[in-house]
């Protein structure tokens, strides 16, 4: 029996082998949506790292290449819509399992809403070009209600707008770009490139916003039921969406950061750079349409971060760790409605009450993102520990595993103490508020969920042995049928 006729046998209820491997690689993508970095929230980044901000997205790259290539030891092994989660389980058992689980869900969901205050931000400017000035709240459920419909309605249709979108977005801001190069004699920045008045405290800094520049390149991990072939396009997907987001990360903030020097106008002030930039080479026509571009990139970013958290709250809930009715499949659609549903609620519900509150969607966008991106850390360093320890269960553990692993953790720990700084010291500050609190509040956070989890784990024993029992059925599914490992063929073939 193959794997993928193995495959086909899944009981979750989800749509089955569906998804090419662009559609996978779009989910990826949806969920970084490079588009929004350059167009949007640079300025957030270079006014924590400066000069630096280039070399940050560097670090960052290096550092999740080494992330992606530990992922990959469990997702060329098994897919589930379980994503990390269902991973970490494997490897480091329930406990950790379930910090990973809550610090995903908070990841992605905050990510949905950083995204979806920039994409009110965005939409409310160019509507006021048209002399039509809706509420926030109008902006943020319009954008809030499209993607619930495409989550709910089916993946791939979720998939394909993702890629499309995304697909056009990048184009026009990469023709953009070399415009804007080529109108400064693709000049080198010397400031840049030499660090001028960068600080190692600076560089930290700056990596926890790009790491919520990068944020759900492993996203495809949730499309374990839909994807075609899952054990060979996640994996790809996962390396494919880091490598690629981050080259285009590099190669537009070095020239975004080039183009303002000598226009007498602070890039950290200025919400879309792009579109300045365009008119300094005389092509305001070009930005109109990256700032459209960048707007559907926006949206699909929303809706590529709720379809990763419902399907982590769906395969947590049929394990017994949330109601039951999140575990549901729609009988038509064959997507997780609730969840979805649940999750979109949630992701339009935080910013609608911050702008209550007074608070600029801008400035909502980059405190949603820094919270978001501790979330992201936790995960990455779990999944990182994980994978030697589950390499030596299986007895697959090699010396580079380990090397691997501990680079992993190595750069993941950089932005962790940048986000935290040391009081006192000059080369890692203590950040300014309110970024001096957030890493505070994740933890009240995770003690919180964990707390939770621990009560009922107390009360109903059970609950830890329907996890463990899901997540061996899952793996157990993509094991060769006459062996109880993985066999060389698999192996070799990933």
């Known amino acids: 029996m193959t794997k993928e006729k193995r495959h086909k046998q899944s009981a979750h209820g989800l749509k089955q082998n569906c998804l090419s491997f662009g559609e996978v690689l779009a989910q990826s993508f949806a969920v970084i949506a490079p588009t929004t970095i350059p167009a949007s929230n640079i300025g957030l980044i270079v006014a924590l790292a400066g000069n630096g901000t280039w070399f940050s997205f560097l670090l960052g790259l290096i550092g999740l290449v080494f992330v992606s290539i530990n992922i990959n030891q469990f997702a060329s092994r ?12 494997k490897g480091l058992g329930p406990t950790a399992g379930v910090i990973c689980g809550w610090s995903l869900v908070l990841a992605y969901l905050l990510t949905g809403m950083s995204v979806l205050c920039g994409f009110a931000n965005f939409s409310g400017v160019l509507i006021g070009h048209l002399g039509i000035h809706p509420s926030s709240i109008t902006l ?4 809030a209600g499209i993607a619930w419909y495409a989550g709910y309605k089916d993946i791939q249709l979720s998939a394909i707008a993702m890629l499309w979108m995304e697909g056009i977005s990048l184009a026009m801001i990469a023709i953009l770009c070399l415009i804007v190069w080529a109108h400064k004699g693709f000049a080198l920045d010397m400031s840049q490139l030499t660090l001028t008045g960068v600080t190692p405290g600076n560089i930290a800094m700056g990596l926890v916003l790009v790491m919520f520049g990068f944020s759900g390149f492993e996203s495809a991990t949730s499309l374990g039921d839909e994807a075609k072939k899952p054990l060979k396009t ?3 997907a996962v390396i494919g969406s880091a490598i690629l ?10 020239i975004e950061v080039l183009g303002f020097s000598g226009t007498g106008t602070d890039i950290t002030h200025t919400e879309e750079p792009l579109a300045f930039l365009s008119q300094q080479v005389g092509m305001g026509w070009l930005g109109e349409l990256v700032g459209l571009g960048a707007l559907a990139s926006f949206f699909a970013c929303v809706l590529g971060s709720i379809n990763p958290a419902a399907r982590i709250f769906f395969l947590m809930a ?19 409605h609730v969840a979805v549903t649940m999750c979109t609620f949630i992701t339009f519900l935080v910013p609608a009450v911050m702008s209550l509150f007074n608070i600029k969607l801008f400035e909502s966008m980059g405190y949603l993102g820094a919270i978001c991106s501790y979330g992201f850390l936790t995960v990455y360093v779990l999944i990182s520990i994980a994978a030697p320890v589950y390499l030596y269960k299986i007895k697959k553990l090699r010396h580079w595993n380990i090397l691997t692993s501990v680079v992993a953790v190595g ?6 103490l940048g986000s935290v700084g040391i009081p006192g010291n000059t080369m890692f500050p203590v950040p300014e508020a309110p970024y001096n609190v957030f890493p505070y509040l994740f933890l009240m956070y995770l003690i919180v969920t964990c707390g939770w989890f621990v009560m009922q784990r107390l009360r109903s024993p059970s609950v830890v042995r329907s996890m463990q029992r899901g997540i061996d059925e899952i793996h157990d599914r993509f094991l060769p049928a006459a062996s109880g490992g993985i066999s060389s063929s698999m192996e070799d073939e990933f």
């Not at 943020?140 to 954008?143: C, D, K, N, V, Y």
């Not at 987001?245 to 070095?254: H, P």
């Not at 049929?318 to 997780?336: D, M």
């Open 78 to 89: 098994s897919a589930s819509p379980g994503s990390l989660y269902s991973y970490i389980v």
């Open 140 to 143: 943020l459920a319009i954008g």
């Open 234 to 236: 996640i994996p790809q």
């Open 245 to 254: 987001a981050g080259l285009f990360f590099i190669s537009t903030t070095y």
């Open 318 to 336: 049929r394990h017994g760790l949330f109601h039951a009715s999140l575990g549901k499949a729609h009988s038509s659609n064959k997507t997780p």
């Open 411 to 416: 750069f993941m720990a950089i932005p962790v």
